[in-house]
């Protein structure tokens, strides 16, 4: 009761605005209390309509009226400030749901401060003192608080427990030590927690030492991998610049050539050019005397300049004047063009090499149980545009079923059209681990297959299996086989309607599982992968067939 009056007198005195008590009170003329800077602060809103209005009673008053202390309400306020310090103490010292009880104290339970393993109870701060001042107490044990002091009891002997029994594990008391346990290797309680605690703090002390030179190592490994990356790219960038350079010194070499030889072809046809310039200047020149010649009615002027005209220099003859086909430098740019393609071929070729060779990390250890594959699981969604028309996609393009008829889907460059096959959305790469479940009839059993394929770009022949760039498992009536560029291999193993697969795809390892109860291992490939790849479904079976991407957890 007393604390719900000091509540209600706490909300007496608080400010309306604020919600605190208040500070600096003042009543303004209808009688109502506020903080003086919470009244203030709200009629200096008001101050462009010069009406000022209570926040309570929305009263208004013109001018804005003067604010003077209530000094008895300030006297109330501190007062009520007094009494709740002086109450806070108690109520602090007050035990919990959560706080262990004063098992002395009659009432209002006080929290405990300590617990006695020798009278097995709790005190609070007043009634530990005995145990601080009388000598009758001094030897008594006193630990944190704890609501769980019966433990230390023998519920056979009803004494505290003070010794242990190394044969049994067990605490017991001292009258156990010599009746049921009489000849066991019994030490003091105080003795065996000295021995567990130095045990476990040399075990921890040992696991730190173990862990610090496990972190020495790895970062000797950092060291060592920045190292070989620094002293990679160094290499790298200094090949590379070499290269740039050999490249730029033939770029500049050939274009010198190319320059050198346009000079040359250049002069010689504008040599030939003046050289027959000059001859039909003087054609026209003598043509033009020989027609004035021709108008002169004196034969013997006539015979006597004719044969000078008529005589004419040697003639550059059309045989020496060697015009050639209009492509003089088009073989320098096919001959550049074909260095090109073949640089760009080595590239291609070998840099997926370069690039599998970054991998310095010594890889990791193939798991082994299903636990263990799971760790790697992945979702993975059939790709609608990859899919032959005969095959249904449905549960989130998860599953495929197999129809009679073809569905109404657009062309598309990466659709199946020739076989029932399709490719999963999701690439794959680094480790991966999926389950295909299927649903159909035994005589589906001699085609139906789980594969893993590169990109339908890559391909040479679209069916799973026949070609280099994919990868497939078939399941046979009583056995399984596995397809690999046209190349068939038997594989034995029991009959499952789910088939695991797990790949780690910069190690090269791609491998097929029967799972049930147990994984059992189908096939194994051990190869180098190139490109991304795509988990495939190829039916070959019964319509109403269907396979799944299984939801694994």
Partial sequence: MEQKAVHLDRETFSCPICLDLLKDPVTIPCGHSYCKNCINDHWDTEVERRIYSCPQCRKSFTPRPELLKNTMLAALVEQLKKTELQDAP???CCAGPEDVACDVCTGRKLRATKSCLQCLASYCEKHLQPHYQSATFKKHKLVEPSEKLQENICSRHDEVMKMFCRTDQQYICYLCSVEEHKGHDTVSAAAERQRELGESQRNIQQRIQDREEDVKLLQQEVEAINGSADKAAEHSQKTFTQMFHVMEKRRSDLKQQVRSQQETEVSRVKELQEKLEQEITELKRKDAELKKLSHTEDHNQFLHNYPSLSALSESTHSSSINIRPLKYFEDVTAAVSEVRDKLQDVLRDTWTNISLTVDVLPSLPEPKTRNDFLKYSCELTLHPNTANKRLFLSEGYRKATLL????SFPDHPDRFNDCCQVLSRESLTGRCYWEVEWRETESSWTANGVAVAYK???WERSYFGFNKK?????????????HHNKVQTPSLGPESSRV????DH????????SVSDTMTLL????????????????????VTDSAEFCELK
């Fill in 90 to 92: 108690a109520d602090l």
């Fill in 404 to 407: 009679r008829l073809p569905l």
């Fill in 456 to 458: 339908r770009e890559y």
């Fill in 470 to 482: 994919s990868w497939m498992l078939v399941r046979k009536t009583n056995n399984y086989e596995f």
């Fill in 500 to 503: 695991g697969v797990y790949l």
């Fill in 506 to 513: 910069s190690a090269g390892i791609l491998s097929f599982y």
């Fill in 523 to 542: 096939h194994r490939v051990q190869t180098t992968f190139t490109q991304p790849l795509y988990a495939g479904l190829r039916f070959c079976g019964t």
